[in-house]
């Protein structure tokens, strides 16, 4: 293959460590993973494999991690999920000026809202809808949810 850089040199394949700054974050190292370089003009085109599955890799490592979470951690999480500034901060019940200031690092996410995220994303599901219920609006009639306990555990009972 023909560097698409330079177009001068045939890329030369190894296999070696390659430092994955695309996906946002600046500490993922891809270990054994094919990579053709130019050696007329050192670029680099890594070959990763099931990009999907790597980024579920690197979104379970992030939010088992101690401590708070760093904004570019903020940012990549919100990608994986599929969400745009706008969707992010509907969905986490606060404001697109709130969310700059969490990806950019001039405000910690509060814990809740943290743990929330690592929830989210740990299940591996949007919550789409959460932003169209209103928590403060008191329902006027009492619903009772009904529950059974089975050997495998409480169900639903429907």
């Known amino acids: 293959m023909i560097c698409g850089i330079c177009g001068k040199e045939e890329m030369v394949e190894v296999v070696e460590p390659y430092h994955y700054t695309e996906c946002g974050l600046s500490n993922i190292v891809l270990e054994g993973i094919r990579v053709r370089k130019c050696a007329c003009c050192g ?62 690092g001039k405000v910690r996410m509060s814990t809740p809202t943290e743990l929330l995220l690592r929830e989210m994303v740990a299940r591996g599901k949007k919550i789409d809808d959460c932003h169209s219920y209103d928590i403060n609006h008191e329902e006027t009639t009492v619903m009772h949810r009904r529950f059974q306990h089975l050997r495998e555990g409480w169900k639903s009972a429907a």
């Open 43 to 104: 670029n680099t085109m890594p070959m990763i494999p099931a990009l999907s599955g790597l980024h579920h890799a690197i979104a379970r490592d992030v939010i088992k991690k101690q401590g708070n979470l760093e904004p570019s951690e903020i940012v990549f999480l919100r990608k994986f999920l599929g969400w745009s500034g706008v969707d992010f901060a509907r969905n986490m019940h606060s404001t697109s000026s709130q969310v700059s200031k969490w990806e950019s």
